[in-house]
């Protein structure tokens, strides 16, 4: 395992540690950095939120974490792990068994009723839970049997977290998930999504623009320029219901 980073919080074990993290796009001619060196750990059980303005490289940390893309250099350890030297097949399996992912638009498919869209996790993950009781866990014990072209975007929208928490990820990774929502709505679903983190001990990642939201974390990373600019933890969670937007 790597050295523990300088500011890093003692107690609980780092999920994950990445060190010198870059990603460089090359679009045509244009060479885009996304990420200039990040350095962070990420702790068992932990709820944070990344703030910062668009294309400050938020999402693609997020899609580093969770395997969907890889680094142009530097390490992603998760727990002892090194990720950044995984192929696709590993990386694939990966997913499959650690991480959960929850995005701003609910990625669920139309023709499959809400139990049978979490069913589709549930059916290659090692330990799941049923997909009625994923959904029990999101308020949707009567909406099972319902299509998402018959729900709204908040109830959509815990179809998506449930399908996410069915497999008991040890890692639940959320970019923008109330992007789509208003207030109210949205904090069901980040009431929802602190739930995950409290009762099933998932390590949390929450990217949003929406400042209040940084209330509810543990830890608050900001974010620019590719950088981790500044961390602060919170003295007090507040919970998702008291939160005003």
Known sequence: ???????????????????????????GEVRVQAL???????????????????????????????????????????????????????????????????????????????????????????????????????GLADRMDHFPAQMSGGEQQRVAIARAVAKRPQVLLCDEPTGALDAQTGVLVLDVIARANRELGTTTVVITHNAVIAAMADRVLYFGDGLVVRSERNAKKVPASELHW
């Open 36 to 138: 200039r060196g990040v350095d962070l750990d990420l702790f068992d059980g932990e709820f944070v939120v990344l703030l910062g303005p668009s294309g400050s490289g938020k999402s693609t940390l997020l899609n580093i974490l969770g395997g969907l893309d890889t680094p142009t250099s530097g390490s992603v350890r998760y727990l002892d792990h090194d990720l950044s030297l995984d192929d696709d097949a590993l990386l694939t399996q990966y997913r499959r068994a650690h991480v959960g992912f929850v995005f701003q638009f609910y990625n669920l498919i139309p023709s499959l009723t809400a139990r049978e869209n979490v069913a589709l996790v549930t059916e290659i993950a090692e330990d799941p839970m049923r997909p009625e009781e994923a959904l029990e866990r999101v």
């Open 1 to 27: 395992m790597a050295n523990p980073h300088p500011n890093a919080v003692p107690g609980p074990r780092p999920v994950f540690v990445v060190r010198g993290l870059t990603k460089v796009y090359q679009m």
